[in-house]
């Protein structure tokens, strides 16, 4: 078995990259399916991304022919990468290679339905072209055999994101930081999250810090204008992006995890931060009930319910036993569901199906 997978490069940020340096840091996993990778999509303008993605494609060529590539795996997300992504299973097909589209897109439903019926037209051609459709969890499905249609339904794959589990729990009880992890961006969430920190400022512990770790590269008002127009300056502090380098660190002085999105796939900040046994505060869109269970591992709210929002931080920060609960059952799921062991050998079974 050879493998050729398509993503994008180390400028990027975010869930996506995270799930390919994951397999690019497993060795088993790499040699099991003699992997080769090429990385099409930068950080960077439109023009710049066109260009830079046009240049690659002699390079897939070349590596498909000289490398005897049996199977094509592309990450895609929404807008771009659509077509982008897509031709490259145009051109795997035409060279007679398997081919597998991993969709991590968290607005991929919303920017389908916002496209004229010529579109629609395409990019359902694009995804019935490929042999297998990931998607990253069962609430994703219902969409994708609307768009590809019952005959193609077989073709639908739920894989999990999955994280490295650390060997032991190494949650830390009597931590006093509230973490946010991700693009800090409306789609997020970050403002309901200052909203409601602020909101509660009276009745927690002077000691509780909002720790925001991420990037505000695509929003219009940069972190620290938020952080003072909501009155945080002293007790919301931005760390920028969490690198691998620090990311245990500070995983293992959170109290709890919050991320009030409004849209995702499967977010990797909620998986990583369950292997370390913190508790989760996140919303009830996409895979994430498929994550947290609610009331058991952490809690699930509506999106935008600040009210909501306030009321279950004030649990997770004073009460010590629901914590501990939480973080038990947390880490506990995320060894049987979400580690790296499980999620190569379901990804491989899914290569091996193709190979029949």
């Known amino acids: 078995m050879k493998v050729l997978m398509i993503g994008v490069d180390k400028t990027s940020v975010g869930g996506m990259l995270t799930v390919v340096q994951n397999y690019l840091n497993s060795d088993d996993f790499c040699k099991a399916t003699d992997l080769h990778y090429i990385s099409t999509v930068i950080r960077a303008n439109k023009l710049k991304k066109i260009t830079t993605f046009f240049?690659?494609?002699?390079?897939?060529?070349?590596?498909?022919?000289?490398?005897?590539?049996?199977?094509?795996?592309?990450?895609?997300?929404?807008?771009?990468?659509?077509?982008?992504?897509?031709?490259?299973?145009?051109?795997?097909?035409?060279?007679?290679?398997?081919?597998?589209?991993?969709?991590?897109?968290?607005?991929?439903?919303?920017?389908?339905?916002?496209q004229n019926p010529l579109v629609k037209n395409v990019v359902k051609k694009i995804f019935n072209s490929a042999d297998c459709m990931i998607v990253l969890g069962e609430k994703w499905k219902p969409f994708m055999v609307s768009v590809m249609g019952e005959e193609n339904a077989h073709k639908i794959r739920v894989l999990h994101n999955a994280v490295n589990v650390p060997k032991r729990k190494l949650y830390n009880i009597k931590s006093t930081n509230v973490l946010f992890y991700g693009m800090l961006i409306q789609r997020k969430g970050i403002d309901d999250l200052l909203g409601a920190f602020k909101k509660i400022l009276p009745v927690i512990s002077p000691d509780i810090r909002l720790m925001l770790y991420g990037d505000d590269y695509d929003s219009p008002e940069k972190i620290q204008d938020k952080i003072a127009r909501y009155g945080l300056t002293h007790r919301a502090y931005y760390k920028g992006w969490l690198t691998d380098e620090n990311k245990s660190k500070v995983l293992e002085d959170t109290r709890v995890n919050v991320l009030p999105s409004y849209n995702e796939g499967l977010p990797m900040t909620i998986l990583e931060s369950m292997s370390y046994g913190v508790p989760n505060i996140s919303t009830n869109v996409a895979a994430i009930p498929e994550a947290i269970d609610d009331g058991i591992n952490g809690f699930i709210i509506e999106p935008g319910d600040i009210e909501e929002l306030s009321k279950k931080l004030v649990q997770l920060i004073q009460n010590k036993k629901l914590r501990s609960e939480m973080s038990t059952a947390a880490y506990t799921k995320a060894q049987r569901e979400f580690s790296l062991e499980v999620h190569f050998s379901k990804l491989i079974s899914i290569y091996e199906s193709l190979l029949k």
Request: glycine share 8%; aromatic share 6%; net charge positive.
């Open 55 to 114: 240049k690659k494609i002699p390079i897939i060529k070349r590596t498909i022919k000289k490398d005897g590539i049996d199977i094509v795996h592309v990450h895609m997300a929404e807008k771009g990468s659509v077509f982008r992504e897509g031709y490259v299973v145009h051109l795997a097909k035409k060279m007679g290679c398997k081919t597998v589209i991993h969709m991590h897109g968290a607005n991929i439903e919303k920017w389908y339905n916002s």
